[in-house]
Structure formats: C-alpha cells, structure tokens
C-alpha cells in the first residue's frame, strides 16, 4: 500500500506502537497508571493478567474507545486522538478519529457483528462505505478472507444462524478487510464453548505467522507460549513484569505473576 | 504447533466421565413409540364460547331490527360520492402527516440523543410543548393562526424591511393548517420512540462499527438506525392507526374529511347513527388494511434476528405452484 511506502523513510526500528505512561481513571478509580510498552512491527504480543488488572482498557485506549487521562500512545508515527499544534493538545474531530482507527482492526470478546447484515455484508460494509473500495472488488476480497478463515460456505448466513466460534472467524475477517497494521483482540476466546475455541484460535496463529502485528488480550496460557513474541503481565493497573514466554511463563519474577499463572494453568 | 497443543491448555480442569447407560423404564413400558393419549377435553372453552356466541346474537339482531336505524340510508350513503371524497382526504391527510412526522421525528430524536447540548435542549423543549398539550388544542391553534399572526412575512426580525408578505389565512388554508397541526403533533411522539429504538441498540455494535473507522454518520446510516428500526416498526403502526383516527379532530377546522363529511350530511338528513356506522365501517376498513404494510416492514426489518417463514402471499404461490403443471416448473428452474 501506498501509505506505508512513505513510513520507510522512518528508521526501521521505530516501534509501530509505543505507549508512555498511559494513565486512565474511571471516576475515583485508577483503572491504568502508567503502562508503558512498545510493540514492534510484526510482533505478537500478548497481555496478561487477572480480571481488573486493566488489559482491556489498555487496549481500548490504543484505538481511541476510550479517551486517556495521562501519557502518550502513538501509532504509526502518530498521536492517538489529540494533536500537536502550536505546543497544545487538541481533540481530534469525530472524522480524524475515524481515519486513524482504520489503521487498527479489533476483535472483541462479544464478537459484536452487525446482526442485520449477512457474514459477507459485515466483511464489506466498511470497505465498501469508508474505503470507497468497488463493490465487486469489495465482495471479492471479503471472498478471500472468508475463505481463509473457514467459512466460505457461509458468506449469506446472518450472525444468528452461526456458531460463537464462527462468528469470531467472520468479525476477524471484518477486521481484516480494512487492511489493519496493527489488530487488537479483546478476550476472543472467552465467550466461547471450549470446542470452539481451537478454530479461532488456529485463525489467529495463521494471522501472526503471516506477519500481522498483534496485541491480544487473553487468558490462553497456550496460545500466549506458542504463538506470542512477548508477554506483558499486567495487575492492578500496572506492568508486573514483560518480557519473552520462555521467560515469563517459565520463570517469572514476580509473586504476583507466579500466583496469576498458578491459578490459570 | 499441532492444534490439539492449544486448546488443550485452554481447558483447565477435565470433567469426570459421565453414565451414558439409558435409564430403567420406570414402569416397565417401551417408551420409544410414539404418543398415544387421549387429549384434554376443555369443556368450559366451548361452554363459554356458546354464551358469548348467543349474546353476539341477540346484540346483532336488536341493532339490525332496531326501528331506530335506516338500513337503506346506511346502504345509500356507504358509497356516496361525498363519503367516498372524505375517505381519500382521510387517506392523504394521515399519509402527508405520518411521512413528514416521521422525518421530523427522527432528527428530533438524533437531537435529544446528540452530544451537542443546544441541540439535545430544542429537542426536549419541542417535545415537550408539543406532548405536553392536546392535539385538539393544537389543531384550533393552527387552525385560528390568522387571529394571532394577520400576515405571514419574510424580513429582518425588529425591522421594518420585509422581502414579502402573505396573509395567513392565504398561506395556510384549513388543510395545510391540519396537516402542520398532526405532523408537528405526532413528531413528539415520534421521536420518543425513535431515540428508544435507538437506545435498544447494543453499545457494542457502535464500538465495532467506530473500530472499523466509519464516522458517526455512517455507522448511524448503516449500523444503528437499521436495527433500531426492529423496535421501533411496531409502535409506528400503532401510531399510523391513531392518526388515521385523530383526522375526524380536523372536523374542528372543516377540512373536509370522512367525519366531517358525515357530520354535515347528518346534519341536514338527521340520520347521525346511520352515518356514524357508514364512518365507522370505513375507518375500521382502512385501519385494517394498514396493518398489512406493518407485517411486511417487521419482517424486513427483522432480519436475521428470527426465521422467516413464508409469508401469506407467498403461501399461497407455493400452493397454486404445487399443482402439476410442466410449464410453471420449467420457469421456476430458470
């Protein structure tokens, strides 16, 4: 694509995601306070952590679902949802808003497709009204993405007549069909009957060996020792600890991890 | 990695290995044929559906040999030209006020429901003029407009300097006056039940539709407001019936619709009851033919949240179809 051709010019070790001390309070509660963390293009990262410890925040903050209170995220060169002029922040507008989030795909623990839709009208809609892309080449494309993750024989059926497991499968190919850099799931898994699980969970392993830049909320301790490149440990509003799988899941430092990954494992 | 490896890891605890062997018959009977019983006699079903059934009777039969009543008259004036002309004003008032109501109702709606808080205020306050006074209050006020405003004029507000200027009683005759009258009415209401359908709308699907990058606009157009529309198709039928029937109010005016129409015949022949059963048969005609649209809008609206069926038309299509005709089955293959 032609937007990435101009971020070749940046050094190549430049992070596609960075955050700086992301701070994010929810009334009295201080749900972040501080995550700092950088992902690099290509990588799969996944975070951590008992329920509470604020990963789905985070992640939500990375695309602008939530507004942060503190600190800096910057994606692909730039700040999320503020800009820099003449030294202020300033508040995006709802449209600036919108283009950045293109860049961001997201998959969410309650799949949230659009009921009304068919599996490939939920594929197409997006690329189709935002990315002004032809409606043949629209339909092609969402094809293609159906059939990789599965579902091919199910581009007509509505959301209602398909399993939990298919669902996620089409509301990752959604995603994907607005040719994301960076893709953030939310607990994919979670909502799913256990046999379910290994289909999704089998889509994602292809997407991260494509070379697809990942940040995945999960509680699969397998998933995150086979497939992830990084691990982030997160509890109570902070890192713990991050670093390899060989080493955190192994041999963690931290008490808290240690507990964490007893009680799940 | 072997896809069992990951999955394995994501279920924790194995369950302990359940008895599949069938249950012992309790009584020593085969329970796999099917269901022979004897079914529930309901007798006071049938009881209570021969008294009413009676009293139906009498009831019909002493309104149709009431000396009272002038069949012929009913007969003569059911299809009468000026009843017929009442009936389309009928038709034209409540489907001019329902269409622009509904437009007016729903930007009202995404007003109230508007972060923006000059917007969301002017749609509270207009809501709550408009449903917190009669309608009939409002049609008069319409209706008498040129006793509080002479002439209707276009200028600069607190000036003398005007571009034009009409008489009101001009510009806005006994119909125009009756359709601002139910539209402004009935946008109130409206828009109530529009921004509940909306508010019906699971938060999440707004924060996929923004994950994808689409703008408020577009995932409003195409996200929200389409299945908002599940919710709100059947009050909206409930609406269009009433309007149908609050058209008689306009009479207060004299537009000249159905019971306005009858009010004036009545007055001269002095046969009200007639008239009111002529009226009342065509607005219980017209009020079950809407009903139809409805059907129709639920189901398209409906899709993918239930299995449709066929519909009556389409039932019976596949019943005339069924018979064995080759030429009909040729088609359909093509």
Redesign the interface.
């Known amino acids: 694509m032609t937007i990435i051709d101009s971020g070749s010019v940046q050094a190549p070790e430049e992070p596609l995601l960075t955050a700086r001390r992301v701070r994010k309070r929810f009334g009295k509660v201080d749900v972040l306070k501080g995550i700092t963390l950088s992902v690099a293009k290509g990588e799969v990262m996944c975070l951590l952590g008992p329920s509470g410890s604020g990963k789905s925040t985070f992640l939500r903050c990375i695309n602008h679902l939530e507004t942060i209170d503190g600190g800096r995220i910057k994606f692909d060169g730039e700040l999320i949802g503020y800009t820099q002029r003449k030294g202020a922040l300033q508040e995006m507008t709802p449209r600036e808003v919108a283009r950045q989030r293109r860049g961001i795909g997201m998959v969410f623990q309650r799949f949230n497709l659009f009921p009304h839709l068919t599996a490939l009208e939920n594929v197409t809609a997006a690329p189709i009204g935002i990315r002004k892309i032809p409606k043949t080449k629209a339909v092609a494309d969402a094809r293609e993405l159906l059939d990789q993750v599965g579902l091919a024989d199910f581009a007509h059926a509505h959301p209602a007549q398909l399993s939990g497991g298919q669902q996620q499968r089409v509301a990752i190919a959604r995603a994907l069909a607005m040719e994301p850099k960076l893709m953030l799931f939310d607990e994919p898994t979670s909502a799913l009957d256990p046999e379910l699980v290994g289909d999704v969970l089998d889509v994602m392993q292809k997407l991260a060996k494509s070379g697809m830049t990942m940040v995945v909320v999960t509680h699969e301790i397998g998933f995150a020792r086979g497939v992830a490149d990084s691990i982030v440990f997160m509890d109570e509003g902070v890192v713990v600890e991050s670093g390899p799988p060989s080493e955190i899941l192994r041999s963690p430092r931290h008490q808290r991890t240690k507990a964490f990954l007893d009680s799940v494992m | ?1 072997p ?10 605890g194995r369950r302990p290995p359940v008895d599949l062997s069938p249950l012992p018959a309790a009584d020593g009977e085969d329970d796999d044929d099917d269901i022979v019983a004897l079914p529930l006699r309901h007798t006071w079903r049938w009881v209570a559906a021969g008294v009413l059934g009676l009293g139906f009777v009498w009831l019909a039969s002493s309104l149709w040999n009431n000396k009272n009543v002038d069949h012929g008259t009913i007969a003569n004036f059911m299809f009468s030209d000026q009843i017929v002309h009442g009936a389309v004003l009928t038709i034209v008032l409540t489907f001019l006020a329902m269409v622009l109501s509904t437009i007016l109702g729903v930007v009202l709606a995404l007003m109230r429901l508007s972060s923006n808080p000059v917007l969301s205020g002017l749609a509270w306050l207009y809501i709550w003029v408009f449903r917190g006074t009669p309608l009939l209050v409002q049609i008069v006020f319409w209706g008498y407009l040129g006793l509080l405003y002479k002439q209707i004029s276009l200028g600069v507000p607190f000036t003398d300097f005007t571009v034009f200027a009409v008489d009101t009683n001009t510009l806005i005759p006994a119909f125009v006056a009756g359709v601002i009258a139910l539209t402004t009415n009935q946008a109130a209401y409206t828009a109530e039940i529009v921004r509940a359908g909306m508010l019906s709308v ?1 938060p ?2 707004k ?10 606009l ?1 995932c409003l157009l ?2 929200e407001l ?2 908002a529309m ?1 919710v709100i198709i059947p009050p909206m039928g409930n609406e269009t019936i009433s309007m149908l029937k609050d058209t008689a109010l306009l009479s207060l005016i004299a537009v000249l619709e159905l019971y306005t129409v009858a009010e004036r015949i009545s007055a001269q022949n002095l046969r009200q009851v007639e008239l009111l059963v002529v009226v009342s048969c065509w607005y219980l005609v017209l009020t079950s033919v809407l009903s139809v649209p409805q059907y129709y809008l639920e189901r398209r ?1 409906g ?4 299995v449709l069926g066929p519909t009556p038309i389409g039932r019976v299509v596949a019943l005339l179809r069924r018979q064995p005709k080759p030429r009909v089955t040729d088609k359909e293959s093509l």
């Open positions: 990695m896809r069992s490896d990951l999955t394995d890891h994501g279920t924790p699971d999440g699907q924060e996929a539709a923004y994950s994808l990058g689409m703008t408020p577009f195409k996200v389409p299945q599940r609206f899709r993918g949240s239930r």
